[in-house]
């Protein structure tokens, strides 16, 4: 069994990390070199490191082996790493692997006797900062554009959850990626992440976590070098089922939106509208969904829920939940620890929630759901859009009018119709409003870790020459 290999694999997923200061110094050092070999060197690199398309390094780790390092790095069930996560993880390094060879300037028309163009260059070193809850994802989101345009990195994992990237990182490396091209160091935020924020050696940041770390790191590279900063932050996404869909797909639907992940997603279905008639039976349902939900140690087959990340989430989690309480919503189902051992939260449904309750405003991040009723697309539109987020949304509806209307609407980066946290390498992610700046995943991506340089040469020679 993969869960009776983790000694093993913990011994194998150290990795020597350097401080922000020498890192950084030494990508610089190194930038001249890789930025011309990369076009050739990332794809070639790539296939070494995955030499199939369902499995990342079968002959150095299999992927049953790499999905429990993820399940133990952060506690997530093992069927979801090893299902949905690593396919995604494969297929974002495929995806950018391909972009290399492709990325080129433009040949651009101007008035008078000149040849003008554009090549697009590297950006430089880039500082990356990954979060906790989809540390394996998060290492390809960042890593793969950055190195496709020819860029040297430094990434700082989550303190938390450490393992994986940093046994990627040894897998790339001996693949044959360059030395000082793929630097992985971990530590604290105040301490290593500030460092790699306000260096004045990283040339790019890309930062994914909580909308208030996203402002301190904003202003820390706007003090530096006023580095380029691409952020995804935080949200409280709105789920709207109306009137016309079968209830009992939207209960499912809406349960995974926000379940998923222990409800550690920045898109999380948090604040789940439903319309005022078919509201009773949604409610009855969802409580029903949730009890079955089940919870336990995430390495057994069919769990749905491992624990959240740390004891800091857990009471976070449950202090969000006694607020709900205290607020006059009506506790449903859940709402306190899951057993004597361990960080398990009960799957937890509130229904009669206001908007101006903590638990309808704030992002939980855990398995608290929060049914709100409405009468009208008027009115939805309104409310779900009352918030200070704008990182995603979701949509259940038969009427296609309805889901047009919705989605031109909503004030987020992504809105799913009759389906939820459907990604892929070629979708753009990022967030409206406090949710983030950029963009990221897809081509995009691509222009957040490239220069743009116009070479502007006379047809003629000058009368000077």
């Known amino acids: 069994m993969a869960a009776r290999r983790i000694s093993s694999l913990l011994s194998r997923a150290v990795y020597a990390s350097s401080s922000i200061g020498p890192a950084s110094l030494l990508l610089s050092r190194g930038f001249v070199v890789w930025r011309f070999e990369c076009s050739v060197g990332i794809s070639e690199i790539s296939q070494k490191v995955d030499n199939t398309n369902v499995s990342f390094t ?21 069927e979801q ?7 995604l993880f494969v297929r974002l390094f495929h ?51 950055a ?42 935020g105040p301490t290593a992440g500030a460092a790699l924020a ?30 380029p900063v691409t952020l995804e932050l935080g949200g409280k996404s ?34 789940t509208f439903v319309h005022e008639r078919v509201y009773d039976e949604f409610l009855e349902k969802s409580k029903k969904r949730a009890l079955r939900r089940v919870v336990g140690d995430p390495f057994k087959t069919g769990v749905e829920q491992g624990p959240q990340i740390d004891e800091e989430q857990f009471q ?3 202090r969000y939940i006694r607020s709900g309480i205290d607020s006059n919503a009506t506790l449903e189902c859940g709402g306190g620890r899951l057993g004597n051992k361990g960080y398990f939260v009960e799957p937890t449904v509130f229904s009669d929630v206001k908007d101006d309750m903590l638990i309808a405003q704030d992002e939980i991040f855990g398995p608290v759901q929060s049914i709100l009723k409405f009468k009208d697309i008027d009115e939805v539109i309104k409310r ?53 700046i950029g963009r990221e995943k897809g081509i995009y991506s691509l222009n957040n870790y490239l220069q743009v340089k116009a070479v502007v040469t006379p047809l003629k020679n000058p009368a000077w020459l």
């Open 81 to 87: 790493a090893a299902k949905s996560e690593l396919p």
């Open 58 to 78: 079968e002959k150095v780790m299999p992927i049953d082996e790499l999905a429990a390092l993820e399940t133990w790095n952060n506690g997530k069930p093992y």
């Open 384 to 436: 779900a859009n009352a918030t200070r987020y704008g990182l995603a949304a979701g949509v259940f509806t038969k009427n296609i009018n309805t889901a047009n209307t919705l989605t031109r609407a909503l004030r987020a980066g992504t809105v799913w119709v009759n389906c939820f946290d459907v990604f892929d390498a070629a979708i753009p992610f990022g967030g409206y409003k406090m949710s983030g």
């Open 198 to 227: 306000s260096h004045m050696d990283v040339d790019k940041l890309a930062f994914t976590g909580s909308t208030d770390t996203g402002k301190i790191v904003l202003e820390l590279a706007a003090r530096s070098n006023l580095k």
């Open 95 to 145: 995806y950018y692997a391909g972009w290399a060879d492709k990325i080129h300037g433009l040949t651009v028309p101007a008035d008078g006797d000149h040849h003008v163009q554009t090549l697009h260059e590297p950006i430089g070193v880039a500082g990356q900062i990954i979060p906790w809850n989809f540390p394996l994802i998060m290492f390809a989101w960042k890593v793969g554009p």
């Open 316 to 318: 976070k989690v449950l």
């Open 238 to 271: 709105p789920f709207i089922v109306c009137e016309d869909g079968d209830i009992d797909k939207a209960v499912e639907l809406a349960h995974f939106a926000l379940f998923f992940n222990q409800g550690q997603c920045c898109c999380a279905g948090s604040r």
């Open 147 to 188: 190195l496709a345009c020819g860029n040297t990195i430094v990434l700082k994992t989550a303190e938390q959850t450490p393992l994986t990237a940093l046994y990627v990182a040894k897998l790339f490396h001996e693949a044959g990626l360059p030395p000082g091209v793929l630097n992985v160091v971990s530590g604290y």
